[in-house]
């Protein structure tokens, strides 16, 4: 009796274990019973649906596609009444659910991700017949494969593109009153069912469509955009050459390129062995070409090159990943190594890294998940460490980025404490992770818009997308990192150009010597003229870059003809040369007498017409003689315009470098906006994981541009053609126009992205010519004492109303043309391709 008694207290667990598995198996049966009775798909046969895709192809880069459905279901559903309700409430959701028909299954829950973009809320009108629903999806076919894009499956295939409708069950017997495909240009290849109208060779429609077969097109997509989506799909052979390769890394490389030839020039130019100061600054320059060229190599290549050794020698596990995180943190050692960090902080950073490493040796051999891995799932205290993992890479390459300008721009002057360079890396990182962390909560909100809850339990979806989010984090910053240590380039080149330029040693150079012109030449291709050519996929930089330099020695040879300090006068001796050596406050005093002789011959004082004419004689006589001292076609008054504000030709390039840079600052924010943040932008943006680097590298991309071309002006301002500031800045813009302009033809042409073209040549146009009007008021400063206001020194400086009139016309023209590119709505640029 007593065994009984115990075999039976044994038992007991069991039969528990039982009955609940019992009972649980029920509840699953009963869920999914009420779920099928929850949708009630036999109440929707009275819904009706009207739903159009539209492709937009000409003018982007890749393909966008836009789903559109308007969706009527009886009032009489049970679950109508719940579409009303708040986006957040589950009733809501489940009925969203049942009518779209979206989900997969995780457990015995069923979830959906969407990787569409819903730019514009779903919208939900109550009606006398009906409760309507408006949904609207928007897709970018960035490379082959298959996009679920609201009630549509677009496939693109590496032939021809498939679209086809995806029906939901519980619409199956609803009546389809209009279904659309615009193809945006192409004409399909085949429609089924056969029974397809349209307005159009590029429109298939259907009407009062009752049946269960989805409709579906096959089309051509047009060549640009098709050859963009191949070039961006791994595993194709074009992959290697296309954005994410070659082409991302050309406009780099190209760059170092000229950098490094641009440094053998200069050294040629000396024409003696180069003082230890000067050959600190080319070293320098041909280390930074070095460095930038290896780290844009390894950013665009090192998935790829890691991918080859995987397969060649039977690597297990994907540590691509990984392997970009220590390489960005390899390379933010050597910057701080070139920017010769002190040493205290060296070894802070490298034992740190060093740390971080062993760290993750023994989370991957432990298989503990404590940091992402190709294997385990974070979880614990990984959430958190995660963060910190990619946070310490970053800091060292900004703290590399700070430090290596300063060198590169200073060579060894005073400049910020090794303390304010850190405090200032921490910042920029601690914004780079942060806007990452918070952009992942945006993203997971949107992909999961339909789910009740999903648990952050280890092993849910929320996991696994949380760890691949920062799995991948450092191999996506890489480009990013990439373009903005190219903004450091031109430091280089002024850094060298400022230690190397012949007139700290020629008393008589009154403007750059021809190996400086050629510096300043590549300097004005490579850092002014714009680097986003982009043709079928693939880079088109080399077009802008040879019509960059193209233009621009096309300018120095127009400047040398007919610019006034080219003029020969003595011994055929330029005219900058001669007056060179006479102090400048000479020329700035004949001129302001010169203007004086000119007003009292417009102007005759009151006296007998005999006394007013032997007046004017001497007056007429005393300027032949002012004349006849220079050549033909020169005036005295033309000496200051010329000659510009500062005694040396790199004092006018760092004035006209510091005013463009104060004048282009709201044109920094014109294009920021533009490309930044108006229409649906910003939504893209704030998803983005590196969407903090984006937006410091859109900021200094135009801001670099201005005072690069405020820099080109004013270095050669002596040279360029044009009487005046305004004139020479106007020369200038038309050789920045030249490579953009031709590119925009050709983007024309191709139907390739062509964004923000037009708005870049007017907002250089305007920054310029406002920097040469500046240059001109200050060359007269000196004469600011005796006129009331600026407006009236600028009225004598110029002396031509119909001239004033005429500028302030194109400024006009040139700002109206801004505001319409400002004001003009666009669609959204393409987001970055989901992970």
């Given at each position: 009796?007593?065994?009984?008694?115990?075999?039976?207290?044994?038992?007991?667990?069991?039969?528990?274990?039982?009955?609940?598995?019992?009972?649980?198996?029920?509840?699953?049966?009963?869920?999914?019973?009420?779920?099928?009775?929850?949708?009630?798909?036999?109440?929707?046969?009275?819904?009706?649906?009207?739903?159009?895709?539209?492709?937009?192809?000409r003018?982007?880069?890749?393909?966008m596609?836009?789903?559109?459905?308007?969706?009527?279901?009886?009032?009489?559903?049970?679950?109508?009444?719940?579409?009303?309700?708040?986006?957040?409430?589950?009733?809501?959701?489940?009925?969203?659910?049942?009518?779209l028909?979206?989900?997969?299954?995780?457990g015995?829950?069923?979830?959906?991700?969407d990787?569409?973009?819903?730019?514009?809320?779903l919208?939900?009108?109550?009606?006398?017949?009906?409760v309507?629903i408006?949904?609207?999806?928007?897709?970018?076919?960035?490379?082959?494969?298959?996009?679920?894009?609201?009630?549509?499956?677009?496939?693109?295939?590496?032939?021809?593109?498939?679209?086809?409708?995806?029906?939901?069950?519980?619409?199956?017997?609803?009546?389809?009153?209009?279904?659309?495909?615009?193809?945006?240009?192409?004409?399909?290849?085949?429609?089924?069912?056969?029974?397809a109208?349209?307005?159009?060779?590029?429109?298939?429609?259907?009407?009062?469509?009752?049946?269960?077969?989805?409709?579906q097109?096959?089309?051509?997509?047009?060549?640009?955009?098709?050859?963009?989506?191949?070039?961006?799909?791994?595993?194709?052979?074009?992959?290697?050459?296309g954005?994410?390769?070659?082409?991302?890394?050309?406009?780099?490389?190209?760059?170092?390129?000229?950098?490094?030839?641009?440094?053998?020039?200069?050294?040629?130019?000396?024409?003696?062995?180069?003082?230890?100061?000067?050959?600190?600054?080319?070293?320098?320059?041909?280390?930074w070409?070095?460095?930038?060229?290896l780290?844009?190599?390894?950013?665009?290549?090192?998935?790829?090159?890691?991918?080859?050794?995987?397969?060649?020698?039977?690597?297990?596990?994907?540590?691509?990943?990984?392997?970009?995180?220590?390489?960005?943190?390899?390379?933010g050692?050597?910057?701080?190594?070139?920017?010769?960090?002190?040493r205290?902080?060296?070894?802070?950073?490298?034992?740190?890294?060093?740390?971080?490493?062993?760290?993750?040796?023994?989370?991957?051999?432990?298989e503990?998940?404590?940091?992402?891995?190709?294997d385990?799932?974070?979880?614990?205290?990984g959430?958190?460490?995660?963060?910190?993992?990619?946070?310490?890479?970053?800091?060292?390459?900004?703290?590399g980025?700070?430090?290596?300008g300063?060198?590169?721009?200073?060579?060894?002057?005073r400049?910020?404490?090794q303390?304010?360079?850190?405090?200032?890396?921490?910042?920029?990182?601690?914004?780079?992770?942060?806007?990452?962390?918070?952009?992942?909560?945006?993203?997971?909100?949107?992909?999961?818009?339909?789910n009740?809850?999903?648990?952050?339990?280890?092993?849910?979806?929320?996991?696994?997308k949380?760890?691949?989010?920062?799995?991948?984090?450092?191999?996506?910053?890489?480009?990013?990192?990439?373009?903005?240590?190219?903004?450091?380039?031109?430091?280089?080149?002024?850094?060298?150009?400022?230690?190397?330029?012949?007139?700290?040693?020629?008393?008589?150079?009154?403007?750059?010597?021809?190996?400086?012109?050629?510096?300043?030449?590549?300097?004005?291709?490579?850092?002014?003229?714009?680097?986003?050519?982009?043709?079928f996929?693939?880079?088109?930089?080399i077009?802008?870059?040879?019509?960059?330099?193209?233009?621009?020695?096309?300018?120095?040879?127009?400047?040398?003809?007919?610019?006034?300090?080219?003029?020969?006068?003595?011994?055929?001796?330029?005219?900058?040369?001669?007056?060179?050596?006479?102090?400048?406050s000479e020329?700035?005093?004949?001129?302001?007498?010169?203007?004086e002789?000119?007003?009292?011959?417009?102007?005759?004082?009151?006296?007998?017409?005999?006394?007013?004419?032997?007046?004017?004689?001497?007056?007429?006589?005393?300027?032949?003689?002012?004349?006849?001292?220079?050549?033909?076609?020169?005036?005295p008054?033309?000496?200051?315009?010329?000659?510009?504000?500062?005694?040396?030709w790199?004092?006018?390039?760092?004035?006209?470098?510091?005013?463009?840079?104060?004048?282009?600052?709201p044109?920094t924010?014109?294009?920021?906006?533009?490309?930044?943040?108006?229409?649906?932008?910003?939504?893209?943006?704030?998803?983005?994981?590196?969407?903090?680097?984006?937006?410091?590298?859109?900021?200094?991309y135009?801001?670099?541009?201005?005072?690069?071309?405020?820099?080109?002006?004013?270095?050669?301002?002596?040279?360029?053609?044009?009487?005046?500031?305004?004139?020479?800045?106007?020369?200038?813009?038309?050789?920045?126009?030249?490579?953009?302009?031709?590119?925009?033809?050709?983007?024309?042409?191709t139907?390739?992205?062509?964004?923000?073209?037009?708005?870049?040549?007017?907002?250089?146009?305007?920054?310029?010519?406002?920097?040469?009007l500046v240059m001109?008021?200050?060359?007269?400063?000196?004469?600011?004492?005796?006129?009331?206001?600026?407006?009236?020194?600028?009225?004598?400086?110029?002396?031509m109303?119909?001239?004033?009139?005429?500028?302030?016309?194109?400024?006009?023209?040139?700002?109206?043309?801004?505001?319409?590119?400002?004001?003009?709505?666009?669609?959204?640029?393409?987001?970055?391709?989901?992970?």
């Amino acid at each position: 009796m007593i065994h009984l008694r115990r075999h039976v207290l044994l038992l007991l667990p069991v039969l528990l274990l039982a009955l609940c598995a019992v009972s649980t198996s029920g509840a699953a049966r009963a869920a999914d019973s009420r779920r099928a009775d929850f949708c009630n798909p036999d109440r929707l046969a009275g819904a009706t649906v009207s739903t159009t895709s539209e492709f937009v192809h000409r003018g982007r880069a890749a393909s966008m596609i836009t789903s559109r459905a308007d969706i009527t279901v009886p009032v009489d559903w049970e679950q109508a009444p719940h579409l009303s309700l708040d986006a957040h409430s589950l009733l809501y959701r489940d009925a969203l659910r049942c009518l779209l028909g979206k989900g997969w299954q995780w457990g015995e829950e069923t979830y959906t991700y969407d990787y569409e973009w819903r730019l514009k809320p779903l919208s939900v009108t109550p009606g006398e017949n009906g409760v309507s629903i408006h949904y609207e999806a928007v897709a970018w076919v960035q490379n082959l494969g298959v996009y679920e894009v609201g009630l549509w499956t677009l496939e693109a295939r590496k032939d021809q593109w498939v679209i086809q409708l995806r029906i939901p069950p519980n619409l199956a017997k609803a009546t389809w009153e209009n279904v659309a495909v615009r193809l945006g240009g192409p004409a399909a290849l085949t429609a089924v069912p056969p029974t397809a109208v349209g307005k159009g060779r590029a429109e298939v429609s259907w009407y009062r469509k009752k049946s269960n077969e989805a409709p579906q097109v096959a089309f051509q997509a047009p060549a640009a955009q098709q050859w963009t989506a191949i070039s961006q799909s791994p595993g194709e052979g074009w992959w290697v050459l296309g954005i994410g390769g070659a082409s991302g890394a050309f406009g780099i490389f190209a760059g170092c390129v000229l950098a490094f030839i641009a440094g053998r020039r200069l050294r040629r130019g000396l024409g003696r062995n180069p003082l230890p100061v000067e050959e600190n600054a080319l070293r320098g320059l041909c280390s930074w070409a070095l460095i930038l060229a290896l780290f844009s190599l390894v950013a665009y290549f090192g998935d790829d090159f890691y991918g080859f050794l995987q397969s060649r020698f039977s690597w297990k596990g994907d540590y691509a990943p990984v392997v970009s995180l220590f390489s960005v943190a390899f390379f933010g050692i050597v910057l701080c190594f070139f920017g010769k960090v002190r040493r205290s902080l060296l070894i802070a950073v490298c034992g740190l890294v060093a740390c971080t490493a062993a760290l993750y040796v023994c989370a991957e051999v432990a298989e503990y998940p404590l940091l992402p891995t190709s294997d385990l799932l974070i979880s614990g205290p990984g959430l958190e460490l995660a963060v910190l993992f990619n946070l310490l890479p970053i800091f060292l390459c900004f703290l590399g980025l700070v430090a290596s300008g300063q060198r590169l721009l200073l060579l060894g002057d005073r400049g910020l404490s090794q303390w304010v360079m850190a405090c200032v890396a921490a910042g920029l990182s601690a914004m780079t992770l942060l806007w990452a962390f918070l952009s992942f909560d945006r993203s997971w909100e949107r992909r999961t818009w339909l789910n009740d809850s999903v648990p952050h339990s280890p092993g849910s979806p929320w996991n696994d997308k949380y760890d691949q989010w920062w799995w991948w984090f450092a191999s996506d910053a890489m480009p990013a990192l990439a373009d903005i240590m190219f903004f450091l380039t031109p430091l280089a080149l002024v850094g060298a150009l400022r230690v190397c330029r012949a007139e700290q040693r020629e008393g008589d150079s009154f403007t750059p010597n021809e190996s400086e012109k050629l510096v300043l030449v590549i300097f004005f291709a490579v850092v002014v003229v714009p680097n986003f050519a982009f043709y079928f996929g693939f880079s088109g930089y080399i077009t802008t870059l040879v019509l960059g330099v193209a233009a621009a020695w096309a300018l120095l040879a127009l400047g040398r003809s007919i610019s006034v300090l080219e003029q020969p006068i003595a011994e055929n001796a330029p005219l900058g040369k001669v007056i060179s050596r006479t102090d400048r406050s000479e020329w700035l005093r004949l001129a302001h007498h010169y203007r004086e002789l000119q007003s009292r011959l417009h102007h005759p004082s009151a006296g007998s017409p005999s006394g007013q004419s032997a007046s004017q004689e001497s007056i007429e006589r005393e300027i032949d003689q002012l004349d006849q001292c220079l050549p033909e076609g020169v005036r005295p008054i033309d000496l200051p315009f010329a000659i510009g504000p500062m005694d040396t030709w790199w004092g006018n390039a760092r004035r006209c470098a510091l005013i463009a840079c104060f004048v282009g600052l709201p044109a920094t924010g014109l294009m920021y906006w533009m490309d930044m943040v108006r229409g649906d932008s910003w939504a893209l943006l704030a998803e983005d994981a590196t969407g903090f680097l984006r937006a410091v590298v859109e900021i200094l991309y135009w801001q670099v541009t201005w005072v690069g071309g405020g820099f080109f002006l004013g270095a050669l301002w002596r040279d360029l053609p044009g009487r005046n500031g305004p004139m020479k800045a106007f020369y200038v813009a038309i050789a920045f126009a030249v490579p953009v302009g031709v590119h925009q033809i050709i983007a024309q042409i191709t139907g390739d992205a062509m964004e923000g073209t037009v708005a870049a040549m007017a907002a250089f146009a305007s920054v310029t010519t406002c920097t040469g009007l500046v240059m001109d008021l200050q060359t007269f400063q000196g004469e600011r004492r005796y006129w009331p206001s600026n407006a009236s020194l600028l009225v004598y400086v110029y002396r031509m109303r119909l001239g004033s009139v005429a500028f302030c016309l194109a400024q006009i023209g040139v700002l109206v043309t801004i505001w319409q590119s400002f004001t003009k709505g666009g669609a959204p640029p393409t987001p970055p391709s989901p992970r």
